[in-house]
């Protein structure tokens, strides 16, 4: 080992690189070295704004989806628009319903409201022939949806019809027309039905229970019943009370007064038929007499208990039922015989007591008579054509003609509107 020459360490003679670097040299080394680091985007090991992206559109898709859903659940119900008035009657069959407002781009589009053949010279009332509107000017308005029609009256803001359906096996409908052509049902399966003179208030029989509701736009709201004997129907508003008919084939009415209890047949066990109301609120009927088949014409108090405060015989009357009162209370329209022949007669009721005339006014009436002035009555005959009575002829010795409605077509019979 002696011959070796060691070296103290393992540097070469010269140096590899250069050492005399100075200090603000490599300073400035550092500082690239971490600036370059900081510039390279580095992977992470959770992304923040992915996840609330993400997250986000999980949700939207969720309320969209739960959107629709209720989107289709609305549509269904509306569509439908079915809930039951009132309570449970406890009566079998199908229950009376409300209808709600359909969808309006379902409605029908009217016919357009051109002039047309006046359905009488001189008509002066509304007519509803079958699915078909006519007013006093000739214009027509399609209503293919309204069936069979008994009676008809404007709504109480206008625009529009309230429509009492005929009988039929299925009971009786109650429709709202407007004057855009919309129909609308708004009671199904019903007995007998009795709109208020204004409008605002429906009665009808339901099972063994008299309903009555008020009438706000194309709704029925605000429900009362009481149970009612077996038979007994509707007749007529006298204010707010309902009179009613107890048996079909027997004298005896009474009056319900919702929210004052149950109904109390206590009065008018005599009376036949009610006519209409006065000015003052008494009514005007017909009541039975001892002698078979005999009646006469009576004023009626509606408090307390339909009482006979006068009365006027001599005219031979019909138990039809049929007549009116002019608005100003003093003519009366109401069938019976003149010699041997049935004609609608005409009352002077100013002049009502034992020596009661009338005078022959034209055919009998069938359904409601509308009188339009305190002169001028309109209805419709047995054979489907319109009486218009003027008051003045009548009296000079000139009962009514009738004429034909236009364009009647078999099976059709005119309802006039009345209140119009």
Sequence with gaps: MSGYRGRSDNLTGRPARPYDVRPDEIEGAVRETLSRQVAVARPLSADPAGQAIRRGNRIRRRRTAAGLSLAAIATVLVSTGMAQLGQDSGREGSPIVVIGDPDPSARPIPTATVPAPLPSPGMSAD???????????????ELPSVGPAESARPLPAGGGLL???????AG??????????LVQVLLAGAGGIVVAPDGRQVAWRDGTDLVVAGVIGTQ??????TPVPAGAEPVRFVG???LVRLDPDAPGHALWRPGAGQLTPDGGRHTLNVYGTLPDGRLVGQVATGEPGDTCLAVLDPTPALKTVGTGCGPELSTDGAGGISPDGRWLLVNGRAGK??????????RLGPALSALPAGPPVTGAVAWTTGSAASYVD???QL????VDQVRAGKPAEPSPVADLRPGDRPILVTGS
């Design 341 to 350: 022949a049935d004609r609608s007669l005409l009352v002077d009721l100013r």
């Design 240 to 242: 707010d009370s309902v």
């Design 387 to 390: 009486v218009r009575v003027d």
């Design 172 to 181: 009786r409908s109650l429709w709202v027309t407007q004057d855009d052509g």
């Design 220 to 225: 029925l709201i605000g429900s009362a019943r």
């Design 163 to 169: 429509v009492v359906g005929a009988q039929t096996t």
């Design 127 to 141: 007519l509803l022939v079958g699915g078909t509107l006519i007013s006093a000017d000739g214009k027509r308005l």
């Design 382 to 384: 047995g054979a489907g």
